[in-house]
């Protein structure tokens, strides 16, 4: 027995289930459980059917704190055995059970009512006999193709203008033609035809096979299927446009538009040889396309319908302009041939939209440069230039505004990229001081704009010798030059204190020898001289401070640690800052506001003695004038005691505590606390006594204490226990248990509802795994008499299968393909299942029939059972014992087919050319396989829905 054994994080998967019953109905959906519960292919038999887990999507993560619990199901399907579909009442999002497959309980819609069923088959719906009614649909794909037919179907299934989306396009009911009675067997509901199929690039209804006239499935919409002949291959359509025929392009058109207004575009496209001729003219309401050339296409599929533009001509300046699409992108600008065309021209200023038929056309602009000058009603100036059309002004215009007004001074051609309404700002000449400045935007920028709508919508800003200050909008914002002293200045307290700095301030604000007074104190103007730094006016700088109480002077955080930043940016009584105090970063300024005072921290030892006998000790920083040796202080479980006093010089501040050590009373035992041993040596609280909260191993976990003797640790001895489960049925399970010494002893039973525990061993556990750990080692199955060993234990390594003791092991055994799952205290029991062979006929209504095998458990059928199907009846004709595990239980094969028109037996396609392969992996009424009817490979199977005819020659001889 090792103990070393490792932790397990047991996470949870989202299986995907069918269960098939016995009657023939089916329902599927979703279950939340342990990954390691179930794998794909999984069978859980019933009394009335069976459960298959056909996938599953592990999630990485416990799906419990989402509200999932293992054991949740939802059912997202019904079929019934006639093959019709019905919708469940709670969906695929809720659960119908929380208990695992089984416990499942919904209810389907069968046409009148909700009719429940679930919990493995004991309750099965069943369709009501609703009168049908004959629909006929059109589906049109996304890609533009249509496909019509009809459908029967019960009259409440849909009306007139009903619609269906699928992931390919949408179905339609376009009419309804009312039966009044269900047809019962005279017309199988969900029998669904396909009338016509019509390509939309092509604009050509293509054949199709069954000549429109046959059923093309029998499931509804999404269940058809026929093939179209698209001119050179028969291609399958159908099955909500999943499946969808094209005819391959064969010809590049080039063509020309020409709009009403003179203006042309000319590119090429591809398509199909139906679509034009040289020469064709198609109008639209703003000009009309001419085919010029025709060609012979030999590139892919995908580019049908792909339109080029080649080259845009404007009329009114007689220039040739590229495309964007096709010159600088190199792509397409329509995907839907002419009339989906839509590109851009380069007009000389920016990309100008065009196409779709002459809705949108490009047009050649020309702009100029201006140069301009705007004068303000109060003398300030500043001047710059305007990208605008040629047209917009000449030199000498003037442009009034209600703070001035703006000249045009110069105008010359434009070749750039920037667009009419850019506007520049170059100067600003300052009336009051005499002084030109340049503009940020033009000279820090690097001549960027400072506006794009024209004159007007100029914004920029000059430095006035303090700050940027802002300027434009037609002289709204005018700037003016200030000139800013430094000036040095002590605040002193009412109390003593003081501090010192630096202000940015306007010369003519203050002057050596003022002094300006607070609620707290006054400031005293010491220095003033002349300020060439880059920070503006109100910036404040403190360097040093004195606190009275002490007689120490302290440099500050913001000149000394964050390298003489300013402290301020409001001038005085906005300066805020920081002095190291001995135990903290004390705050002061805002004219006296805030004043900082200087403390002495010393080190305390401490023991903390709980009411209960158990103790812990550490240390403490405090004021030295807090505490002295000796002194207790009581709490309502204990009291500390100080039983030392020392100088401190850490950087640990006031109020931190650690502990170092713990004494439990009643194991007499001593403990190196978490905080202080493993994670060296940090505090364990901030507060003082009765913030501190730590940890001591006590054996089993991490046991919590302090808070002043709120929490108490208390030292615990695991044990080793090895124990046997034994069932009410006979089988029996043993394993181990880590376990407190007090819970059990040898000879000791605990009973269940399925059977009862008992103790056989009970050792010394010096291993990592915690109290309740449980392995499962071997399973003893009764029925066949055989004894098995455990997954946990024998394939994942020795690793445990529950971590709540008794009733919460969980694990599997290797069942003869599957691993089949026990524990919980008996709720879980292996069922060791016996594979056979089982050899089968299906003889369908139309006299056809087929024969195969089918891998399966012994108690699924026995020889001369029947199962009958909407299109025939299987018979089972013998069981042979087998212990094949290459396959799971379900597969099915198909050996030979008799075509009864012939009376010919034809080898199968999987079984017969391809050395066996299964034809099918759900039981019978999921094989699916193919036989060479003398022209083709024709389809059988799913229980008679697909049956092969073997075709004859004119003189009634057999083809092939």
Request: aromatic share 16%.
């Amino acid at each position: 027995m090792s103990q070393t054994l490792s932790g397990d994080n047991v996470t949870d998967s989202i299986f995907t289930w069918t269960f098939t019953a016995n009657s023939g109905d089916s329902w599927g959906g979703t279950l939340v459980d342990d990954s390691s519960r179930y794998v794909v292919g999984s069978i859980l038999n019933t009394a009335a059917g069976r459960y298959t887990i056909v996938a599953a999507a592990p999630q990485g993560v416990d799906l419990s704190p989402f509200g999932m619990d293992e054991g949740w199901t939802a059912v997202a399907w019904y079929r019934d055995s006639t093959g019709v579909f019905m919708v469940t009442r709670n969906g695929s999002s809720a659960a119908s059970g929380r208990a695992g497959l089984g416990s499942e309980s919904d209810a389907a819609w069968n046409g009148q009512a909700w009719d429940s069923f679930g919990q493995g088959g004991a309750d099965q719906a069943d369709p009501g006999d609703l009168p049908d009614s004959l629909f006929t649909w059109t589906f049109t794909a996304d890609t533009g193709d249509v496909m019509q037919g009809t459908l029967l179907a019960d009259t409440r299934d849909w009306k007139p203008g009903d619609t269906l989306r699928t992931a390919f396009g949408t179905y339609r009911i376009d009419t309804e033609t009312a039966y009044g009675r269900d047809l019962g067997s005279a017309g199988l509901e969900g029998t669904i035809t396909i009338l016509s199929y019509t390509d939309f690039f092509a604009e050509v209804e293509f054949a199709l096979e069954t000549g429109s006239s046959g059923p093309a499935g029998y499931g509804g919409f999404g269940s058809e299927w026929d093939r179209a002949w698209t001119g050179s291959a028969w291609v399958p359509v159908g099955q909500g446009g999943a499946l969808q025929a094209d005819r391959m392009p064969d010809r590049v058109f080039s063509w020309r538009f020409t709009a009403n207004k003179g203006d042309w575009y000319e590119g090429s496209f591809v398509g199909h040889s139906t679509a034009f001729a040289v020469g064709d003219r198609i109008d639209t309401a703003n000009g009309r396309y001419q085919i010029q050339q025709e060609s012979t296409y030999a590139g892919p599929a995908s580019t049908q319908g792909l339109v080029w533009v080649f080259r845009y001509y404007d009329a009114s300046v007689n220039e040739t302009l590229r495309t964007y699409q096709f010159n600088v992108a190199g792509t397409a600008s329509g995907t839907r041939g002419l009339g989906s065309e839509y590109d851009y021209a380069w007009n000389g200023r920016e990309w100008d939209d065009f196409g779709v038929g002459g809705i949108h056309l490009a047009s050649v602009e020309r702009n100029n440069l201006f140069g301009w000058t705007f004068t303000a009603n109060g003398g300030d100036r500043y001047t710059g230039w305007l990208i605008a059309s040629d047209e917009a002004y000449a030199v000498g215009d003037t442009v009034a505004g209600a703070q001035g007004s703006y000249r045009i001074t110069y105008e010359g051609g434009w070749g750039g990229i920037a667009g009419a309404g850019t506007v520049y700002t170059t100067n600003y000449f300052d009336a009051g001081s005499g002084r030109s400045f340049d503009t940020y935007w033009w000279s820090v920028a690097g001549s960027q704009p400072s506006g794009r709508g024209g004159l007007g919508s100029e914004y920029d800003y000059v430095w006035n010798g303090s700050e940027w200050d802002d300027f434009g909008v037609g002289g709204v914002h005018q700037a003016n030059y200030t000139i800013n002293t430094l000036h040095a200045f002590t605040f002193t307290a009412s109390g003593g204190d003081r501090y010192t700095g630096w202000l940015v301030e306007d010369s003519a604000r203050y002057a050596v020898g003022d002094t300006i007074a607070t609620s707290a104190g006054s400031y005293r103007i010491t220095y003033e001289g002349d300020w060439g730094g880059t920070q503006g006016r109100g910036a404040i700088w403190t360097d040093s401070y004195y606190d009275a109480g002490s007689g120490r002077t302290f440099s500050t955080y913001s000149w000394t640690v964050a390298g003489a930043q300013p402290s301020g940016r409001g001038g005085f009584g906005s300066e805020y800052d920081y002095v190291w105090n001995g135990s903290e970063w004390d705050d002061f300024g805002v004219g006296g506001v805030h004043q900082a005072t200087y403390t002495i921290n010393t080190l305390h030892a401490f023991t903390f003695t709980a009411t209960s006998g158990d103790r812990y000790t550490g240390w403490l920083v405090e004021d030295s004038t807090r505490y002295a040796v000796g002194d207790t202080i009581a709490t309502s479980q204990g009291s500390y005691r100080i039983t030392y006093e020392g100088a401190w010089g850490g950087t640990q501040g006031r109020g931190t505590i650690w502990t170092d050590s713990y004494y439990d009373a009643q194991a007499n035992r001593s403990f190196g606390t978490y905080s202080w041993n493993v994670a060296g040596a940090q505090p364990s609280g901030r507060g003082g006594l009765g913030s501190e909260y730590d940890y001591i191993w006590d054996g089993d976990e991490w046991d919590d204490f302090g808070v002043g003797g709120i929490h108490q640790a208390n030292v615990t001895v695991n044990t080793l226990f090895g124990w046997t489960f034994t069932a009410n049925s006979g089988d029996r399970y043993t394993g181990w248990l880590i376990q407190d010494d007090t819970r059990y002893a040898v000879g000791d039973t605990i009973a269940t509802s399925q059977g009862s525990y008992r103790i056989t061993y009970e050792g010394a556990w010096g291993g990592s795994a915690g109290k309740n750990t449980i392995w499962t080692t071997s399973y003893f199955d009764a029925a066949s008499n055989r004894t098995f060993d455990t997954y946990w234990w024998s394939v994942a390594g020795a690793q445990p299968s529950g971590r709540g003791g008794f009733g919460s092991e969980y694990d599997y055994v290797w069942n003869n393909g599957a691993w089949d799952d026990f524990g919980v205290g008996g709720v879980h029991q292996v069922k060791v299942e016996m594979r056979v062979m089982v050899s089968w006929i299906f003889r369908a209504n139309s006299g056809d029939a087929y024969t195969g095998l089918l891998l399966e458990d012994a108690d699924t059928y026995a020889p001369g059972n029947t199962i009958v199907r909407a299109n025939g009846t299987y018979t089972i004709q013998s069981e042979t014992p087998t212990t094949r595990t290459d396959y799971a239980l379900g597969t099915v094969w198909t050996a030979a087919y008799f075509d009864a028109g012939s009376s010919q037996w034809l080898d199968t396609y999987y079984y017969g050319r391809f050395n066996g392969l299964p034809s099918g992996r759900g039981g019978l009424g999921s094989e699916y396989d193919f036989v060479w009817n003398g022209v083709t490979w024709d389809d059988f199977g799913v229980a008679g829905v697909h049956q092969a005819d073997v075709v004859r020659a004119a003189n009634g001889e057999l083809l092939g």
